[in-house]
């Protein structure tokens, strides 16, 4: 399990699987599977826990760009599965890897209680120690930003709006 905070409001769970895939689960109470979703493709909410710069075409078959200047990283692709408040998938790769072979990612939006639960599968990978290094990347950076999501969430108005009902 991983947690990026102390309090652990949002473990992040890794699900058993094979090397060609990583499955991640985190929970998002207070929050339903729509607005969730929203935190996915909408570039001024997108912007507050992953990328820094963020293009978006949301809809099936659109393109999306992320972008960190900083660190001169783009990861591009296209939506593939479009469901809002229920499934999002995507390609992924990355500009400065363009010898990386292009993964896939599907986001499960389920509710959960009052709130969400995101189901993240990203793959495919193979059995070589490339891959595997790369996949344990993947694995580390969903559990550090699905927490960060969790602390924006956490801190959006809409929070505030759920808990004065």
Same mark, same amino acid.
């Given at each position: 399990?991983?947690? $990026? ?42 912007? /507050?826990?992953?990328? /820094?710069?963020?293009?978006? $075409?949301?809809?099936m078959g659109g ?28 390609t992924w790769q ?18 959960a209680g009052d ?11 193979? $059995? ?7 996949? /344990? ?29």
């Amino acid at each position: 399990m991983f947690a $990026d905070r102390a309090d652990t409001l949002n473990p992040v769970e890794q699900l058993p699987t094979t090397v060609d895939k990583l499955v991640l689960i985190a929970k998002y109470p207070d929050i339903p599977p729509a607005l969730l979703f929203d935190y996915w493709v909408k570039p001024e909410l997108l912007t /507050q826990w992953w990328p /820094q710069e963020v293009e978006t $075409d949301p809809r099936m078959g659109g393109a999306y760009h992320l972008a960190w200047p900083k660190m001169d990283w783009s990861l591009r692709g296209h939506y593939n599965s479009f469901e809002p408040g229920r499934q999002l998938g995507f390609t992924w790769q990355w500009d400065h890897e363009p010898h990386t072979p292009t993964r896939d990612v599907l986001v499960y939006f389920e509710p959960a209680g009052d709130g969400a639960r995101l189901v993240v599968t990203h793959s495919t990978y193979n $059995d070589s120690e490339q891959d595997q290094q790369e996949r /344990q990347g993947h694995l580390e950076g969903w559990a550090h930003f699905l927490g960060r999501l969790q602390e924006v969430i956490d801190d959006s108005p809409h929070k505030a709006n759920q808990e004065g009902k």
